[in-house]
């Protein structure tokens, strides 16, 4: 049973322009989502996150927008540049508000290439 | 400030053998999570260690055991290996206090023939 999902494996997009990653989740235990980033060779780097408190958030170039009613998050990358281009994966838990850390559930991922 | 480091990078064993992953967690941080995440798959939770006990477990068999040291280090070992069990092995830590933000090492790849 994929709890977070990912429905499009690769996306293309040009240089400057806005990418919109999305990310889909049944689970309405979940109350915190991160997305990370990953490159070849290297482990998932953490991006942004948001609480299920929020509807958005905010880093740079980088935005989070959370619908809870459609069980729903994507990020907004803008502008876009070459140097984003790698694999992109939301992850969904329960928050653990200074208890143990809870375990993350993984989209499968998206592969983002930015065209100069 | 050293991050997540694990060891080995790579690793080729045979079907059978048993196997030990490491992973030194990023400074500060007290627990270490182990994902396995296997080709065009998105990581899998594996288990949890805090305070040198397993927290937390996910769907993997009882061929999946670990260990943390009391300087918040962490094992990973697999007995009997199965060529299913090649994947890469990532190893995350983070702090209780924090909420939920998890930094992963660069991984060990792991081939069974």
């Known amino acids: 049973d994929q709890q977070v999902k990912q429905n499009s494996p690769s996306l293309s997009v040009q240089e400057g322009r806005i990418s919109i990653l999305n990310c889909d989740y049944t689970?309405?235990?979940?109350?915190?989502f991160l997305w990370y980033k990953k490159y070849p060779a290297e482990g998932p780097t953490f991006l942004i996150s948001?609480?299920?408190?929020?509807d958005k958030n905010e880093d740079g170039r980088f935005t989070v927008f959370l619908n809870k009613s459609a069980k729903h998050l994507s990020l907004h990358i803008v502008p876009s540049q070459p140097g984003d281009s790698a694999v992109y994966f939301c992850?969904?838990?329960?928050?653990?508000?200074?208890?143990?850390?809870?375990?993350?559930?993984f989209g499968t991922g998206t592969l983002l290439a930015v065209q100069p | 400030d050293a991050g997540v480091t694990q060891s080995p990078t790579h690793l080729i064993k045979t079907r059978g053998q048993q196997v030990t992953l490491r992973c030194s967690p990023k400074?500060?941080?007290?627990?270490v999570s182990w994902y396995q995440q296997a080709l065009g798959q998105g990581p899998q939770f594996i288990f949890q260690?805090?305070?040198?006990?397993?927290?937390q477990r996910g769907n993997f068999p009882d061929r999946f055991s670990g260990h943390q040291f009391p300087n918040y280090s962490s094992e990973l070992n697999v007995n009997a290996l199965l060529l299913g069990d090649s994947a890469l092995y990532l190893c995350?830590?983070?702090?209780?206090?924090?909420?939920?933000?998890?930094?992963f090492g660069a991984g060990t790849r792991l081939s069974v023939l």
């Open positions: 995350a830590s983070s702090y209780r206090g924090l909420i939920n933000i998890q930094y």
């Open positions: 260690y805090y305070e040198e006990e397993e927290r």
């Open positions: 992850a969904a838990t329960m928050a653990s508000y200074g208890g143990a850390t809870n375990k993350l559930i």
């Open positions: 948001i609480s299920s408190i929020k």
């Open positions: 689970n309405s235990m979940f109350d915190y």
């Open positions: 400074s500060g941080h007290d627990t």
